[in-house]
């Protein structure tokens, strides 16, 4: 409560200043845990449709009542008789929608083989995917019958609040999730997505807590918060009570001269987390994401910061970048995947192991296939076919805890290193979330959207490192 009475007064000053003036989400997957701040949150724009009785619902959210009420079969029916001959039009972070349907288009067949469909999936670059969305939503009918998204921060302000993106959570999905599509909270994840923290093991530096990657010396490769906004979701989803008391808890664990190196930055904050309305550890969150902005090298992608760790030239480095990198990594004699240690992986490490963020699906407001979109949204939660454009790689999670045992299953990420490379036995969505194992900080929508504006503002004006 007392973060939002802060956010209303500074909007409220704003918006003051601003009249005087005048005169911008394979293994044991499932439904992240929504963080406390929901509780206090205010009712979406984009939720309200879920309370409204459904004799008086209409349009896009009537179709997705009936929809959310119906299996996949019956939704394919659906949608065979409404695209039957058209043209399908997807935009998404991920280019693998791309992938997923001819899959789907091959799944209509086999309920009526006259059955076709063109197709296009688009991917606009540098986050201007939430700009096209806006623009489609004003025509009458759009273009676009759904979207695969990322940033779970500007989906809850600039999609759902406005009521431009529309949430259907299918009937088996719901069921395989131990719920129903009235009673789950949430926009529907496709997967969880990781970035972890790593290091290249050919020197004689060690990370085995999650303040040595801030510690004096240290500059991690990371995809700066300017460039890719879940990194900055991920900061501000430190300061949410339970991740802010796993960092207290990994410094109660360093020794004293790290100790008495953080110290002063730690008390330096106190005042801040007390005026941004943290909670008890709120100064330990802000000592962290203060000494890791002023000391991150930033990198423009994750592929290149993989290829600089795995060289054996690197010594020394670390990085936070996306798990699944590791699977296209070329082996040469310069050049491993055991130059480089996962740093939760390893025995003794201590706290935050990385942060997990969704790729969720959505129809939009004014789809012109709302069932065909159903169908595939349907189709790639609830099948490990639907899934399998994301699922072949480790570090993607489907939220669906069926089709992630069939991808478990066909691809065995939890032996994905062969007994050759151990960096790439990925240990499953369970164990990377779990308290005292891989410690994953997952992205809640609402609370980031929630601090966006006073922890997000905050961390918008630290110094950020510059290489000499």
């Not at 979701?233 to 949410?240: D, G, I, K, R, Y």
């Not at 987390?273 to 550890?281: F, I, P, T, V």
């Not at 480089?340 to 003794?348: F, L, P, Q």
Request: one cysteine or more; hydrophobic letters at 35%.
């Amino acid at each position: 409560m007392k973060k939002k009475l802060l956010a209303t007064l500074l909007t409220c000053s704003l918006v003051v200043t601003g009249l005087t003036a005048c005169g911008d989400a394979a293994q044991g997957g499932g439904v992240a845990a929504p963080a406390d701040a929901k509780a206090d949150a205010p009712a979406a724009v984009g939720e309200e449709a879920a309370d409204v009785p459904e004799e008086e619902l209409e349009g896009i959210d009537l179709i997705i009542k009936e929809a959310e009420g119906m299996t996949m079969e019956e939704l394919a029916k659906k949608a065979i008789e409404e695209s039957n001959g058209k043209t399908f039009y997807g935009v998404g972070n991920s280019s693998r929608g791309k992938s997923a349907l001819p899959t789907f288009i091959e799944y209509l067949q086999s309920i009526d083989s006259n059955y076709t469909m063109e197709f296009e999936w688009q991917q606009p670059k540098n986050n201007k995917i939430f700009e096209q969305l806006t623009s489609d939503s004003l025509k009458s009918e759009g273009t676009f019958a759904m979207t695969l998204i990322q940033d779970g921060n500007q989906i809850q302000s600039k999609m759902v609040d406005t009521g431009i993106l529309k949430t259907f959570i299918p009937k088996e999905w719901a069921e395989a999730n131990g719920t129903s599509a009235d009673d789950f909270e949430g926009f529907l994840p496709l997967q969880t997505l990781n970035k972890v923290f790593m290091y290249n093991s050919t020197g004689d530096a060690k990370f085995t807590n999650c303040w040595d990657f801030v510690y004096e010396g240290s500059h991690p490769l990371f995809m700066g918060v300017d460039s890719e906004i879940v990194g900055k979701n991920f900061l501000m989803m430190l300061t949410e009570d339970k991740y802010a008391g796993w960092l207290k808890d990994a410094y109660d664990k360093l020794d004293a001269t790290k100790k008495a190196y953080f110290e002063p930055t730690i008390q330096a904050m106190q005042a801040d987390a007390q005026d941004l309305g943290l909670g008890a550890n709120g100064a330990y969150a802000l000592a962290w994401i203060k000494l890791w902005v002023n000391s991150y090298n930033e990198q423009t992608d994750d592929g290149p910061i993989c290829n600089t760790l795995v060289d054996a030239s690197a010594k020394d480095q670390s990085g936070l970048l996306v798990y699944s990198k590791l699977r296209s990594v070329e082996e040469s004699k310069s050049v491993s995947v055991n130059n480089i240690k996962v740093a939760a992986y390893e025995d003794g490490y201590t706290g935050i192991g990385g942060y997990g963020y969704c790729h969720y699906l959505f129809l939009t407001k004014n789809s012109p296939l709302p069932w065909t979109a159903c169908a595939f949204i349907a189709y790639m939660t609830n099948t490990a076919e639907g899934f399998d454009a994301w699922g072949k790689d480790m570090g993607g999670y489907s939220a669906n805890p069926t089709v992630a045992k069939a991808i478990e299953e066909k691809y065995h990420h939890s032996q994905g290193g062969a007994g050759e490379f151990p960096a790439k036995d990925d240990r499953g969505y369970d164990w990377w979330t779990a308290e005292g194992k891989g410690e994953l900080v997952l992205e809640d929508p609402i609370y980031c959207a929630d601090v966006s504006f006073t922890v997000g503002s905050w961390i918008d004006v630290l110094d950020h490192y510059t290489p000499e």
